[in-house]
């Protein structure tokens, strides 16, 4: 039983580490704007994206043009 409890417990511990860098690495690959340094640069950054993506939204339409130059 000790023996078990001695095995066992590091690899839960490693287990849940791994995990939660992994986590961390996949919320970082899926956010673009997770290196930004301070909050205001998080919320700029995610107004730049969310406009892109409406810019992307109006291809093939006469407004898409003028979109991309704003």
């Not at 095995?7 to 939660?20: D, E, S, Y």
């Amino acid at each position: 039983m000790m023996y078990l409890l001695r095995v066992l417990i590091p690899v839960i511990a490693l287990a849940a580490v791994i995990a939660f860098t992994l986590s961390l690495y996949i919320s970082s690959t899926e956010d673009p704007c997770a290196d930004s340094d301070t909050y205001g640069e998080y919320q700029a950054c995610q107004f730049l994206e969310r406009a892109e993506e409406r810019c992307e939204s109006l291809k093939g339409t006469d407004i898409y043009t003028e979109c991309l130059f704003k």
